[in-house]
T-cell receptor, first 116, second 110 residues
Framework: DAGVIQSPRHEVTEMGQEVTLRCKPI?????LFWYRQTMMRGLELLIY????????DSGMPEDRFSAKMPNASFSTLKIQPSEPRDSAVYFC??????????????FGQGTRLTVV | GNSVTQMEGPVTLSEEAFLTINCTYT??????LFWYVQYPGEGLQLLLK?????DKGSNKGFEATYRKETTSFHLEKGSVQVSDSAVYFC?????????FGAGTRLTVKP
């Protein structure tokens, strides 16, 4: 398997524009996580899905952020409208629970978002 | 709720020095514990893990022991190399949650 695939790797956009980040998890994995990494706040869990269903979105900072997982092989994180403070590296990760969510997560290489 | 606290960095060591990065956790259940490593420009990779109390995880010369009595999972390496320079994250996972510490940046100088 190619691992968790994120696109794009880099995104530069103007304030107010809509941004969509994409993630393809490892085939067969039943958990998918979205994280945001900044120097100030470290690694923050935004939302996670189990079997395509959002389980906990309490980390989503504002209503401007939304995430979907229409099927087991694809997820999106959308920011609309984007703001400069959204600039960060966004990571997607997936894991295979085997019935318990205590197995390792596999991370994508991240999307570096810059909002100007 | 669950949380992970790890020592703040950055940590700078000379090659062949001994490394300890402290990690403590708070959890309501019986989590698994992990150390992940992040090299520049990359995502996090699993370094080692332990799934129950007194387990020792080890990989690439790094070790960490799951201490339930002190709720700790400190990362150690006897002799660091320049190639170990990276950011290290402590993490926990239980049935409902996966949380990471803030990360500790390690720089090893020749």
């Amino acid at each position: 398997d190619a691992g968790v695939i994120q696109s794009p790797r880099h995104e530069v956009t103007e304030m107010g524009q809509e941004v969509t980040l994409r993630c393809k998890p490892i085939s067969g994995h039943d958990y998918l996580f979205w994280y945001r990494q900044t120097m100030m706040r470290g690694l923050e869990l935004l939302i996670y899905f189990n079997n395509n269903v959002p389980i906990d979105d309490s980390g989503m900072p504002e209503d401007r952020f939304s995430a979907k997982m229409p099927n087991a092989s694809f997820s999106t994180l959308k920011i609309q409208p984007s703001e400069p403070r959204d600039s960060a590296v966004y990571f997607c990760a997936s894991s295979l629970s085997g019935g318990q969510m205590n197995t390792e997560a596999f991370f994508g290489q991240g999307t570096r978002l810059t909002v100007v | 709720g669950n949380s992970v606290t790890q020592m703040e960095g950055p940590v700078t060591l000379s090659e062949e020095a001994f490394l300890t990065i402290n990690c403590t956790y708070t959890a309501t259940g019986y989590p698994s514990l992990f150390w992940y490593v992040q090299y520049p420009g990359e995502g996090l990779q699993l370094l080692l893990k332990a799934t129950k109390a007194d387990d020792k995880g080890s990989n690439k010369g790094f070790e960490a022991t799951y201490r339930k009595e002190t709720t700790s999972f400190h990362l150690e390496k006897g002799s660091v190399q320049v190639s170990d320079s990276a950011v290290y994250f402590c993490a926990l996972s239980d049935l409902y949650d996966m949380r990471f510490g803030a990360g500790t940046r390690l720089t090893v100088k020749p």
